[in-house]
């Protein structure tokens, strides 16, 4: 069986991470999932014949073999703690597992996905949110939601976000076991958003020159990152609040001021600039517009080039008649 799932777009960005061993982030964070229409991963895992000596697993991304890392190795050790903490049973024997080893890793990743890898528009997000309910399908191991998110966060930081629609936090939950600590929760949205839209301008389709990972260890102990944690806690309020409140106008520049602060840290700390001139350009004229002259529309930026807005048809139809000349790329948000 295949599984799917579709990219999120964090609106309080995660940006930093704690335990390392457990891919925690360093602070909650806010998103909005995409709907699987426009982009996507789809992912299904198969048994592979390793009677000619070869164990372990594989992976395969459009076609092409992708190096089994660390991401992957912790994402599978994770499947095994938790099945062995639930006491689930399995396909890979008929009595509840005891030890970690009983879940073979014998197996074929196979993977596909329509957004651009590795260029800021949450293509890992997706791919380990497809990644672990392929597993979960394969293994039979019918974890719920709650510690998939747990899990999809092992292979990538914002994958736990891509595990539910709509608008999703990620929390910390002092009383679970350390692996299951941090964890997406979805959040109530005023109905007035559920017209929201995003569109996204697509500014290059190329990885990016420095990842996120690199980028997040880099910014670690550098005093404008602490600084911006010690900000977040207030910043997930105002949007959780805006979000239940539909305030758009509250939502537009809390989730301004998070995108900018977090690129003026990468740009400190490791000299790094993601987004293109040409991108701050058009989200200084997005603001502008929105700020005098009514637009209700609002960028963000990821680790990369590319800009996604969020707004409202009538809105977007504006923008793309007064700046003909990008390529835009129209999703729905999964509501």
């Not at 380990?128 to 990538?156: G, H, I, P």
């Not at 929201?196 to 697509?202: K, N, S």
Request: glycine share 6%; with cysteine; proline share 5%.
């Amino acid at each position: 069986m295949q599984a799917i799932a579709a990219p999120n777009v964090a609106l309080i960005k995660y940006w930093g991470k704690g335990d390392q061993k457990t891919n925690s982030p360093a602070s909650g964070s806010i998103s909005l999932t995409l709907s699987a229409e426009a982009l996507w991963a789809k992912t299904k895992v198969l048994s592979r014949d390793v009677s000619k000596g070869v164990i372990g697993p594989t992976m395969e991304i459009n076609g092409t073999r992708a190096v089994v890392g660390d991401s992957l190795l912790r994402l599978l050790d994770g499947f095994s703690q938790c099945a062995h903490l639930t006491g689930v049973s399995t396909s890979c024997g008929s009595s509840t597992l005891g030890v970690t080893e009983e879940l073979s890793r014998d197996i074929s990743i196979v993977s596909q996905t329509n957004i651009p890898v590795a260029s800021g528009v949450a293509s890992s997000a997706a791919g380990a949110a497809a990644l672990a309910l392929a597993l979960n399908e394969y293994y039979r191991t019918n974890f719920d939601r709650k510690t998939l998110s747990c899990l999809a966060r092992l292979y990538s930081g914002s994958g736990a976000r891509s595990m539910y629609p709509g608008a999703v936090e990620m929390v910390y939950d002092i009383n679970a076991h350390p692996l299951l600590h941090w964890h997406a929760v979805p959040l109530a949205v005023h109905p007035s958003f559920h017209s929201l839209e995003c569109l996204i301008l697509l500014f290059s389709c190329t990885p990016k020159p420095l990842s996120s990972t690199e980028a997040m260890n880099r910014c670690i102990d550098h005093p404008s990152q602490r600084a911006r944690l010690a900000r977040v806690p207030a910043r997930l309020d105002r949007c959780r609040s805006a979000l239940q409140r539909g305030c758009f106008n509250d939502l537009a520049e809390v989730c301004e001021e998070d995108w900018k602060c977090m690129h003026s840290v990468v740009q400190e700390a490791t000299g790094v600039t993601y987004i293109p001139e040409d991108g701050r350009t058009f989200s200084d004229w997005v603001t502008t517009q929105r700020r005098t002259a009514g637009l209700q529309a609002f960028c963000t930026y990821d680790a990369g080039p590319n800009c996604i807005v969020f707004g409202f048809p009538e809105d977007f139809s504006r923008i793309r008649k007064i700046q003909p000349h990008f390529q835009y790329l129209a999703c729905k948000i999964a509501w």
